[in-house]
């Protein structure tokens, strides 16, 4: 199946290179040139992957992300942007953004971001497929918590736990191995991506706050576990 693709860019020029080069990949290309024009498409059609400009007329990318991840579309998203300090990059990690490239970028490397963006989902799919123990209704079950895979919901106790979408996607992603251990890096890479090598203090601070809202208790964590000098596991059973 052909992936379909929003492009969310004011600069018509940078734009239409996406889109050529996009197609080029036998991928279908939507346009956009503010970001409210590309919320409102988003909202309308389910996309593969979308690329979202951070600076955009009518509405910025970040609120885009944002507003998108709340309303529960985790589509995945590539953020481009002018800025190149690691507070803006954080920024756009933080709110719900899955990758992130700077301008003036390499064509060929937006295609291999986007391709990596692709091949994650499908890669977190199958994973579920072949390690998860669903029950009937699409749900893992560790003692006190249940995660709804299909509608990304988490309940501990009976109780609604709200997560953000990296969230809940570093919790679905060790949850699918429960007792594996595993390092920041590599968490980072299967969460967030190989390209944010370099920001292991971002899966810590991910971790604390599931702890914060899994937990009884953060300092004995029951779910969420730190193996010391190596990195973190889940639930070991």
Request: net charge negative; proline share 3%.
């Amino acid at each position: 199946m052909t992936a379909h693709i929003l492009v969310v860019e004011d600069q018509q020029d940078i734009s239409a290179l996406i889109a050529v080069n996009l197609e080029s990949l036998n991928f279908s290309v939507t346009q956009a040139h503010s970001g409210l024009k590309g919320f409102e498409l988003a909202q309308q059609a389910r996309f593969d992957a979308i690329v979202l400009d951070i600076m955009l007329p009518d509405m910025n990318g970040l609120d885009v992300c944002q507003h998108l991840r709340q309303q529960g579309d985790h589509t995945p998203i590539l953020m481009l942007t002018a800025r190149k300090t690691e507070a803006d990059r954080v920024v756009g990690l933080e709110v719900g953004a899955d990758d992130y490239l700077t301008k003036p970028f390499s064509v060929r490397e937006l295609q291999a971001r986007i391709k990596a963006l692709l091949r994650r989902v499908s890669f977190h799919e199958n994973a579920r497929q072949d390690h998860s123990e669903e029950d009937s209704d699409g749900c893992l079950n560790f003692g006190e918590l249940s995660i709804d895979i299909h509608k990304r919901q988490v309940q501990v106790r009976g109780k609604p736990i709200p997560l953000t979408a990296k969230e809940f996607d570093l919790l679905l992603y060790m949850a699918n191995y429960p007792g594996k251990v595993f390092t920041r890096e590599q968490l980072l890479n299967a969460v967030w991506g190989y390209q944010h090598n370099g920001y292991e203090h971002t899966v810590n601070s991910h971790i604390n706050r599931l702890r914060a809202k899994l937990e009884q208790n953060s300092a004995e964590p029951e779910y969420v576990l730190t193996v010391w000098g190596v990195g973190y596991k889940f639930y070991d059973c």
